[in-house]
């Protein structure tokens, strides 16, 4: 079946700093990618989509960038502030099993320190 | 901007014990979800459900679980004998519409803790 696998964390990083949060899957069809981000006390918000390869998704200075031949959607900020920090959620849906349900992957703290 | 809103935000209940989850999803939404993460695990899918009747549902959700929407506004989940495995955070969403690329908004989740 379908699966998301996202790198563990807490990532810690200071004020500026460059980060990348790995995602990489499994998907039998064809999936659309996305990562949500959930703030604390609030609930998941979508940060960013690609729906086929090669496809860039943006927001907010986040990027993803669907590559089919390595099966990863990593999401990556040239410059983090102490704003960002939050839970960030590797999410796909696969049209080509007919399931429109999200799979989500564990989910990566991210913790910016000033 | 409109949210999805989840009360309690923590329930506490004893092993046996039903328990109702409830979500008010955004007002002009016709598809609603119930996920839920066990701590330290992924979040799963557990329903979809779209004009008075479920339209997905994963292996997680079995006879043990039931949704409705009693009122037009509030979408509840329940679970009929809690036990130890279904602590979990719990979190409603909604979509305008269906579609894998469809965005959903999630409420803030409720804690579920079964002693």
């Known amino acids: 079946g379908d699966s998301v696998t996202q790198m563990e964390g807490p990532v810690t990083l200071s004020e500026e700093a460059f980060l990348t949060i790995n995602c990489t899957y499994t998907?039998?069809?064809?999936?659309?990618l996305f990562w949500y981000v959930q703030y604390p006390g609030e609930g998941l918000q979508l940060l960013l989509k690609?729906?086929?390869?090669?496809d860039k998704g943006s927001n907010k200075g986040f990027e993803a960038t669907y590559r089919k031949e390595t099966t990863s959607f990593h999401l990556e900020k040239g410059s983090v502030q102490v704003s960002d920090s939050a839970v960030y959620f590797c999410a796909l849906s696969d049209r080509g099993t007919g399931r429109r349900a999200l799979t989500f992957g564990s989910g990566t703290r991210l913790q910016v320190q000033p | 901007e409109p949210e999805v809103t989840q009360t309690p935000s923590h329930q506490v209940t004893q092993m046996g014990q039903e328990v109702i989850l409830r979500c008010v999803p955004i007002s002009n939404h016709l598809y609603f979800y119930w996920y839920r993460q066990i701590l330290g695990q992924k979040v799963e899918f557990l329903v979809s459900f779209y004009n008075n009747e479920i339209s997905e549902k994963s292996e997680i959700f079995d006879d043990q679980f039931s949704v409705e929407r009693p009122d037009g506004s509030n979408f509840t989940l329940k679970i009929r004998s809690t036990k130890l495995e279904d602590s979990a955070m719990y979190f409603c969403?909604?979509?305008?519409?269906?579609?894998?690329?469809?965005?959903?908004?999630f409420g803030s989740g409720t804690q579920l803790s079964v002693l």
């Open positions: 998907a039998t069809g064809y999936p659309s």
């Open positions: 690609a729906t086929k390869a090669d």
């Open positions: 969403a909604s979509s305008e519409a269906e579609g894998t690329n469809e965005k959903l908004f």
